[in-house]
Structure formats: C-alpha cells, structure tokens
C-alpha cells in the first residue's frame, strides 16, 4: 500500500465550477501538507501547505487537513482556464526529513 | 527570484552510456534532491542531499549515483544506462530550518525527460 493515495483524475470540468482534489496517507508521522501545481513540461510549483488540521485559504484555493481521518484536500472556486495542470499532493515526514508525494491529479478546466 | 536549472530539457541516450545530469541552484539551499517522475507512479525519490559531499539514498537508488562537490550544485549519475530509466528526472532544493534536518518547501527544476534506447 502506497504511504500516500491520491484520487487518480483526470478531471475536466467548465470555467466557474468549484473542484475538489483529493488525498489520503498512511503514517501518521506526517506533519506537513503541501499541494503542487504542475504545469505541462514544467516542474512542480508548491502551492499551498499547512501543518494542522482544519482549512487554510489563499484567494480561490482553500486546503484542508482532517489528520483524524488522515484525509487531505484541495478546493478550487471559480475554476479557470490557467488552472488547468497536475495538481500533487504531498506530506513531509520531519523525522526523515523528505516529502512522499500522490500520482497526481491532471485538471482541465474548459472556457 | 528562485532558481533550479537542469541543464538539458531533452536528452537521448543508448543502453550502456554512462549519463550525467547536472542541477544548479541559485538560492544557498543546503538540501537537494533527485526524482524521477513517471506516469501512474507519481514522484520518486532517488537520492538526496544535506550538504557538501553527503548523500542519502532514496527510496529507488538502484542504479543511480550522485555527486555533491559543491553547495549550489547537485549531480545525478546513470552508470549504466537502461531503458527502464526513461523518464522525467526532477532536481529540487530546499533550505534547512533550525532544528530540523529540511524544510518542507520544494524548489523544483523544469526537469530533464531522458529517454534511453
């Protein structure tokens, strides 16, 4: 079993909808929670991270953490065109000091 | 702005080569990292390191070297390359943070998708 499990897409929803992206991980050492965008031939870019349970918003993004569940996900509101890319969860172990990272989500948002 | 440049987008190679890939990074992280990225199977990690002339083995090694003679720069090794080692090749660094062995933000390269024939 993957330490880190990622609904596995991809995803195509029209401009304006609300999407949801998720994760789910095994070893409750993790301790950081972080969402990646990658764009086509591009690297991955870190696009949010938290380190408790709960909801953490930045613009149209919000993260949320339920470390009870071990259940993280990311919301998208008013979804664009731009926004369409890999989305990659990924969890930092401090104590080995390396993140782990899901297969990824590839989003498309269409005009 | 923050920078980590791989130094070949594209690179082809035959079975047997011995294949350098070169990473630098401009922003005086102590941490490197070397992933390769593969349809259906995500990031993963191959070696790391925390400083000048250290290294850790990641989660797949095998097959793979690396050399850190230098703090801004962070070289990946294929000593004997094989086409199951086509693929996306990710470099990425990060700064330490007081008390802990790495910081959680990753500063990914755009990569270099190697293909072994």
């Known amino acids: 079993q993957k330490e880190v499990e990622q609904d596995p897409g991809p995803l195509s929803v029209p401009e304006g909808a609300i999407v949801s992206l998720n994760c789910t991980y095994s070893?409750?050492?993790?301790?950081?929670f972080m969402w990646y965008r990658q764009y086509s031939r591009k690297g991955p870019e870190l696009l949010m991270y938290?380190?408790?349970?709960g909801n953490k918003e930045d613009g149209r993004f919000t993260a949320q953490v339920d470390k009870s569940s071990k259940y993280i996900s990311l919301f998208i509101r008013d979804s664009q065109p731009s926004d369409s890319a890999t989305y990659l969860c990924a969890i930092f172990n401090t104590n080995a000091g390396k993140s782990t990272f899901g297969d990824g989500t590839t989003l498309t948002v269409k005009p | 702005d923050v920078k980590v440049t791989q130094s070949s987008r594209y690179l082809v190679k035959r079975t047997g080569e011995k294949v350098f890939l070169e990473c630098v990074q401009d922003?005086?992280?102590?941490?490197m990292f070397w992933y390769r990225q593969d349809p259906g199977l995500g990031l993963r990690l191959i070696y790391f390191s925390y400083d000048v002339k250290m290294k850790e083995k990641g989660d797949i090694p095998e097959g793979y070297s690396v050399s850190r003679e230098k703090k801004e720069r962070f070289s990946l090794i294929l000593e004997s390359a094989s086409t199951n080692q086509t693929s996306m090749y990710l470099c990425?660094?990060?700064?330490?943070?007081?008390?802990?062995?790495?910081?959680?933000?990753?500063?990914f390269g755009s990569g270099t998708q190697l293909s072994v024939l």
């Open positions: 922003m005086d992280h102590e941490n």
């Open positions: 070893n409750s050492a993790f301790q950081y």
């Open positions: 990425a660094s990060s700064l330490r943070t007081e008390g802990a062995l790495s910081n959680e933000k990753l500063f």
């Open positions: 938290t380190y408790s349970s």
